[in-house]
């Protein structure tokens, strides 16, 4: 099972650079980097997939001619039967002798994906794979992404689709003013930007209500409570189990507990991405 | 290389402009063997073997700028600008995909001259070899100097203009500074590739240098670009 990493970032926070400048398309001013170990990029070009942000093609030649164009490019002679099943892996079979000159927006991309694996790389490059691409291709690109990560592939994406993101990728980093503020697993960053945890708890109505109350304020804030709900803020999950046995002590009686967990949304928009950054 | 060569090679077969203007050679070519042909049975002068060539030579040398110019005049940005050479510099070297890209035109027209002196064959009952090295020489400077113009400029309309004027002047100025006495001008005819041509013999090998001189300045402002 290869990796999964996401950037994510506004529009120039340096997700699309980081790319280029990776896969060649951008010359860096300084710095250095390494790809699948080796120090030079020229050495494993045949390794990697690129997708680039934006994607044309020749209008004179099909999708077919394109893969094959591609692929012994990177020095791999791909047969017929490769490309048609590589452009049905990517939902463009149909459109294979179709001539790129008369493909939409939406098709072009799936035939840039197409051609970033036509040569079966290690690491694939994807700068915004489902961007402008109808609803229903973008879930088909979402399972040929992580069927692709399956096949030991890794990926390195960038997205604006936080909902795609907090769906199938593994490893997210967010980057700002061209530098990775945090890289972790969406619960690593959960934990790093929120430290709010909305609790709803449905119960059975308080024998000693001034008393529950007490505790509540020592555990939490913004408590609020009717004769069977309470709900209150917690700046960590570890109050959680705390209050569920103070109401059994108390012979409360729980029937459902909500924790509302923050979105990728609501870290991505958090204020705490500008403080880290200072 | 070899793929993006062919890639350019077939593509430039595939142009309606490349078609007329092999057309034009061929025609050209034609009519100056059979003239010659006419005129040293007429006249009963001898215009010698490379007299047949000299209808070929003239239009390589007066129009082979203005040819390649408007072929090749967008090698490099025309897919800089449609960012298709964005898929190209992930898959290869950017050393390659300039040298795959000369070769596909150089291998064009040496097709095309190639195919004008087999024609000219037919008429003078021998083959020119020292004539087809002659253009090609000459040639491989002109796409040479096109690619560099490709590599320098980014928008396709500004080498279409600037490859014309190129085109026009470059020719006038180049037997101008070969004819002229002038010491502060004349020094400027060992860059112009018709001096090597004139000169004939062996120095127009000195062509085939100056191409692959251009072609590593070619090379190095590309290795240099942002794609």
């Known amino acids: 099972m290869g990796k999964f990493m996401v950037f994510l970032g506004r529009n120039g926070a340096g997700k699309s650079t980081f790319i280029n400048i990776i896969t060649g398309i951008i010359k860096p001013t300084s710095g250095s980097f390494k790809l ?29 001619d394109h893969l094959k164009y591609y692929a012994k490019i990177s020095g791999y002679k791909v047969s017929t039967e490769h490309c048609e099943y590589i452009l049905k892996r990517v ?42 691409i109808d609803a229903e291709s973008g879930l088909n690109i979402q399972k040929l992404i992580v069927n692709l990560q399956k096949e030991g592939k890794t990926i ?20 700002k003013n061209g530098r990775i503020l945090n890289e ?26 001034e008393l529950i109350l007490k505790f509540l304020e020592t555990v939490g804030r913004d408590i609020k409570t009717t004769e069977n709900r309470t709900s209150l803020v917690v700046d960590s999950e570890e109050k959680i189990p705390l209050i569920i046995r103070a109401f059994t002590k108390h012979k409360i009686d729980i029937y459902r507990v909500n924790v509302h967990e923050p979105s990728l949304e609501e870290i991505f928009l958090n204020d705490n991405l500008d403080v880290v950054a200072k | 290389m070899r793929t993006i060569c062919f890639h350019e090679f077939k593509g430039l077969f595939k142009s309606i402009k490349s078609i007329i203007i092999v057309a034009i050679i061929f025609g050209v070519t034609y009519w100056t063997a059979d003239l010659m042909t006419t005129i040293t049975d007429r006249l009963d002068v001898n215009t010698g073997k490379d007299g047949y060539a000299t209808g070929i030579a003239s239009i390589v040398f007066l129009l082979g700028f203005l040819f390649i110019s408007s072929l090749s005049h967008d090698v490099i940005n025309r897919e800089v600008s449609t960012r298709t050479m964005r898929f190209l510099v992930t898959k290869t070297s950017r050393v390659k995909i300039i040298i795959g890209k ?3 035109i150089w291998l064009f027209w040496f097709f095309c001259i190639f195919t004008s002196f087999v024609l000219i064959a037919f008429v003078s009952k021998n ?13 491989s400077v002109a796409i040479a100097y ?18 014309v004027v190129f085109a026009l ?6 037997f101008l500074v070969i004819h002229s006495n002038n010491v502060f001008i004349s020094w400027f005819k060992f860059f112009t590739p018709y001096y090597y041509a004139l000169l004939g013999d062996f120095y127009i090998l000195v062509n085939f240098v100056y191409a692959i001189g251009l072609l590593m300045l070619g090379i190095v402002l590309f290795n240099r670009r942002d794609l």
């Open chain 1, 36 to 64: 699948l170990d080796e120090p030079s990029l020229k050495k494993v070009k045949h390794r990697i997939g690129v997708l680039p942000d934006y994607s044309t093609f020749y209008d004179s030649l099909t999708a077919i």
């Open chain 2, 102 to 104: 000369y070769l596909g």
């Open chain 2, 127 to 139: 083959f020119l070899w020292w004539g087809i090295l002659e253009c090609m020489g000459f040639i």
């Open chain 1, 91 to 132: 939902g463009l079979l149909e459109h294979a002798h179709k001539k790129a000159g008369k493909f939409s927006f939406g098709m072009k991309k799936k035939l840039g994906i197409a051609q970033a694996i036509i040569h079966n790389p290690d690491l694939i490059f994807l700068d915004e794979p489902t961007s402008g």
């Open chain 2, 146 to 163: 096109n690619l560099v113009f490709s590599v320098i400029f980014p928008k396709p309309a500004i080498t279409m203009f600037f490859g």
């Open chain 2, 169 to 174: 002047a470059f020719p006038v100025l180049s």
């Open chain 1, 184 to 209: 972790g697993t969406l619960e690593e960053l959960r934990s790093h930007y929120m430290s709010s945890i909305h609790v709803d708890i449905k119960h059975s109505p308080f024998p000693q209500k």
């Open chain 1, 156 to 175: 390195f994406m960038t997205s604006h689709n936080l909902h795609e993101v907090e769906k199938i990728c593994t490893r997210i980093a967010i980057m």
